[in-house]
């Protein structure tokens, strides 16, 4: 008897709690008019199921209850039909079908096109040298039109619901990337005194640099685009400075490529930091040198301009050359260097032509092949020109460079058992 009045009172509870509690059932499988499936373009890409949630505590049933969450599908269809006139569609449906929102989501997902921005080729080597894309606009949702179908659907009991799309603008425009094709700057070295060896490491150099692109407020590092000067990466021996003096090493005239595109960035408007040599360059104005070397010395570029700024660069056997393409400048930028000697000119070296290599050299005193040059103090000035009015000028450098020996070849010949130190004698005109 306890057994069966125990059974009673289980199954009473049961059902007080189907009868009173309808939060624990499917709205959905009580009445239709509760789902409803998403289509765009023919394909189905969600769908709603009315569920109603669990209520976790008493607190959250009274905010299901207040909502109409947990009503039968009729009231909750007439609750949404006055919810419509004083509200947007979209919070009368999710006050009513919080589960919407995951639907609209997971619709918005799979409907989503992403805009593809124009976009700017570079081809240096090509005529022409860019290629611009066109944008295209994306797609996505109509947030409001789907509310507004969802809400239809679920008060008239439509199964079937087509999004509609709207355009998702692209961010680039062709315009826009339009202005970013003028030519900035050109600026060239003169090579044609140059060894075959210098000539070739200053082609080889520029190559590297050939096709960038610096994009707005980033920089360019000639040694990272450049790279390692060495015999391995196809650099060969030539002069370099060292300590002021002329010297072998493997890469000479690289440094008249960084200072070639150093002119050209600072013609461009960009801002260029650099380091001078220690002798008075003989390509380029002083002040307007760019010295780099693997270790410690760099040439550093700051795009500063609105855009992306495009560098063309190569070299034949009379110059080195750069262009620099990208926003027009707002002022036409000239160079300007002035330079001071200072001290005594130094004295020459004489250097033993025992093969005759110089012509002249065999007359008394022998034959100049390099002038020499006193020590000098020099600043490089930009000035910003407009409508060829001078609107300011811009100290940007001040620099010091050594004095320079010349040099005197002196026909000689071998001493025979001559020591190590070098010594020679003149031989007889």
Same mark, same amino acid.
């Given at each position: 008897?306890? $057994?069966?009045?125990?059974?009673?009172?289980?199954?009473?509870?049961?059902?007080?709690?189907?009868? &009173?509690? @309808?939060?624990?059932?499917?709205?959905?499988?009580?009445?239709?008019?509760?789902?409803?499936?998403?289509?765009?373009?023919?394909?189905?890409?969600?769908?709603?199921?009315?569920?109603?949630? &669990?209520?976790?505590?008493?607190?959250?049933?009274?905010?299901?209850?207040?909502?109409?969450?947990?009503? @039968?599908?009729?009231?909750?269809?007439?609750?949404?039909?006055?919810?419509? *006139?004083?509200?947007?569609?979209? %919070?009368?449906? +999710?006050?009513?079908? @919080?589960?919407?929102?995951?639907?609209?989501?997971?619709?918005?997902?799979?409907?989503?096109? @992403?805009?593809?921005?124009?976009? /700017?080729?570079?081809?240096?080597?090509?005529?022409?040298?860019?290629?611009?894309?066109?944008?295209?606009?994306?797609?996505?949702?109509?947030?409001?039109?789907?509310?507004?179908?969802?809400?239809?659907?679920?008060?008239?009991?439509?199964?079937?619901?087509?999004?509609? *799309?709207?355009?998702?603008?692209?961010? $680039?425009?062709?315009?826009?990337?339009?202005?970013? +094709?003028?030519?900035?700057?050109?600026?060239?070295?003169?090579?044609?005194?140059?060894?075959?060896?210098?000539?070739?490491?200053?082609?080889?150099?520029?190559?590297?640099?050939?096709?960038?692109?610096?994009?707005?407020?980033?920089?360019?590092?000639?040694?990272? #685009?450049?790279?390692?000067?060495?015999?391995?990466?196809?650099?060969?021996? =030539?002069? !370099? /400075?060292?300590?002021?003096?002329?010297?072998?090493?493997?890469?000479?005239?690289?440094?008249?490529?960084? #200072? #070639?595109?150093?002119?050209?960035?600072?013609?461009?408007?960009?801002?260029? %930091?650099?380091?001078?040599?220690?002798?008075?360059?003989?390509?380029?104005?002083?002040?307007?040198?760019?010295?780099?070397?693997?270790?410690?010395?760099?040439?550093?570029?700051?795009? $500063?301009?609105?855009?992306?700024?495009? !560098?063309?660069?190569?070299?034949?056997?009379?110059? =080195?050359?750069?262009?620099?393409?990208?926003?027009?400048?707002?002022?036409?930028?000239?160079?300007?260097?002035?330079?001071?000697?200072?001290?005594?000119?130094?004295?020459?070296?004489?250097?033993?032509?025992?093969?005759?290599?110089?012509?002249?050299?065999?007359?008394?005193?022998?034959?100049?092949?390099?002038?020499?040059?006193? =020590?000098?103090?020099?600043?490089?000035?930009?000035?910003?020109?407009?409508?060829?009015?001078?609107?300011?000028?811009?100290?940007?450098?001040?620099?010091?460079?050594?004095?320079?020996?010349?040099?005197?070849?002196?026909? #000689?010949?071998? $001493?025979?058992?001559?020591?190590?130190?070098?010594?020679?004698?003149?031989?007889?005109?």
């Amino acid at each position: 008897m306890k $057994v069966k009045t125990k059974l009673v009172i289980v199954l009473f509870c049961a059902l007080f709690c189907f009868a &009173f509690f @309808p939060c624990a059932r499917s709205t959905a499988e009580a009445e239709d008019g509760a789902a409803f499936s998403v289509y765009s373009g023919g394909e189905k890409i969600a769908s709603f199921i009315d569920v109603v949630p &669990f209520a976790e505590n008493h607190i959250v049933y009274e905010q299901m209850r207040e909502r109409r969450v947990n009503a @039968p599908p009729r009231v909750k269809r007439g609750f949404l039909r006055e919810l419509a *006139l004083t509200h947007t569609a979209k %919070d009368a449906v +999710l006050t009513c079908y @919080p589960g919407v929102k995951e639907v609209f989501a997971e619709a918005s997902r799979r409907a989503y096109v @992403p805009p593809r921005d124009s976009r /700017i080729d570079f081809h240096p080597d090509r005529v022409p040298h860019f290629d611009l894309r066109r944008e295209k606009d994306g797609a996505e949702i109509d947030e409001e039109a789907f509310y507004r179908e969802a809400a239809t659907a679920l008060i008239g009991g439509s199964r079937k619901i087509e999004v509609r *799309l709207k355009p998702v603008p692209a961010r $680039v425009k062709t315009e826009d990337n339009r202005k970013y +094709l003028y030519l900035k700057s050109y600026f060239s070295t003169d090579l044609s005194s140059s060894t075959s060896a210098r000539r070739h490491n200053v082609a080889l150099a520029l190559e590297s640099l050939n096709g960038e692109v610096i994009e707005s407020g980033e920089t360019l590092s000639f040694n990272a #685009t450049v790279g390692e000067r060495s015999e391995k990466r196809g650099y060969k021996g =030539a002069k !370099i /400075i060292v300590d002021g003096n002329y010297v072998d090493g493997v890469g000479g005239g690289v440094c008249q490529a960084s #200072t #070639t595109l150093y002119n050209a960035a600072l013609i461009a408007g960009l801002r260029a %930091d650099a380091r001078p040599h220690s002798l008075k360059p003989s390509y380029v104005m002083p002040s307007f040198d760019a010295m780099v070397n693997s270790s410690w010395s760099d040439l550093v570029i700051t795009n $500063v301009t609105s855009g992306p700024v495009f !560098i063309k660069a190569q070299a034949n056997a009379n110059a =080195a050359k750069v262009w620099i393409y990208g926003e027009k400048n707002a002022y036409e930028i000239r160079r300007r260097s002035s330079f001071r000697e200072v001290g005594e000119l130094p004295a020459d070296e004489i250097v033993a032509d025992e093969e005759g290599k110089y012509s002249g050299s065999d007359v008394e005193g022998g034959v100049r092949i390099a002038s020499g040059e006193r =020590a000098g103090v020099s600043e490089g000035w930009l000035d910003y020109y407009s409508s060829g009015s001078l609107v300011k000028s811009i100290r940007i450098r001040s620099d010091k460079y050594k004095a320079k020996r010349g040099k005197i070849a002196v026909r #000689t010949k071998k $001493v025979e058992n001559a020591p190590e130190s070098g010594n020679f004698s003149f031989s007889p005109s």
